[in-house]
């Protein structure tokens, strides 16, 4: 016979993952401010009461939504199989990782652009960005010390800096499109524009580096 609250655990996974989406797309599309509970609950299927016993505040549906999308994209970089690529090989195929991230989802420079003004004004709850951080610069490290044994990289590359200079440079496009398209001249979120500024940010990096 089945237990009430084993089928209670699946409903309640369910219906918190219908509401993390609805938030993801309101968030991205209204920011923090912007957004009302009342939107989300609708878009959901849920009650505005259920959203506040889920989350307590809109401020910590926000920061759970931020969370979960930090989690996903870090932890994919984290897992990228590249020790058998040599150094150059390697190292392009993260940066391309860290760029189609946000190509294939629109909704995350809009997201990730949102997170920045709310760490930035809040005193925010740790996170998976922060937490998984570290594991991140210790892939870009071993990418770079193989390219230096190698001969092929320079020897004196900080591995942080170099990681938040990649980070910058391959997110930039969608994070401030408007500022990098005005420089540019062409839009960096469409098509033809994507395909351009992920091969020159990603040629622009590896030959800040190359020996």
């Known amino acids: 016979m089945n237990n009430p609250s084993n089928r209670a655990e ?51 549906l926000f920061s759970t939504v931020l969370d979960d999308a930090s989690q ?41 652009l949102e997170g920045l003004r709310y760490h930035e ?30 001969g092929v990289f320079k020897p004196d590359i900080e591995a942080r800096l170099f990681l938040a200079s990649s980070a910058l440079l391959m997110s930039g496009g969608f994070t401030n499109h408007y500022t990098m398209s005005v420089l540019v001249g062409f839009d960096t979120t469409s098509k033809e524009g994507m395909r351009i500024w992920r091969e020159h940010s990603a040629n622009f990096i590896l030959n800040s580096i190359r020996k």
């Open 10 to 60: 699946p409903n309640k996974r369910d219906t918190m993952n219908r509401l993390l989406a609805a938030a993801r797309q309101i968030f991205a599309q209204k920011g923090l401010a912007g957004a009302r509970v009342e939107d989300i609950a609708r878009e959901a299927g849920v009650t505005k009461q259920l959203v506040y016993h889920y989350y307590g505040s809109k401020e910590v």
């Open 121 to 150: 004004a809040a005193d925010t709850r740790p996170n998976s960005f922060a937490s998984q951080s570290p594991a991140l610069a210790i892939k870009f490290s071993s990418v770079l010390q193989r390219g230096i044994k190698a």
């Open 72 to 112: 996903q994209i870090m932890q994919e970089l984290i897992a990228l199989e590249i020790d058998h690529l040599p150094p150059e090989q390697a190292l392009r195929t993260l940066l391309n990782c860290c760029f189609d991230q946000y190509m294939e989802d629109p909704l995350l420079g809009a997201l990730a």
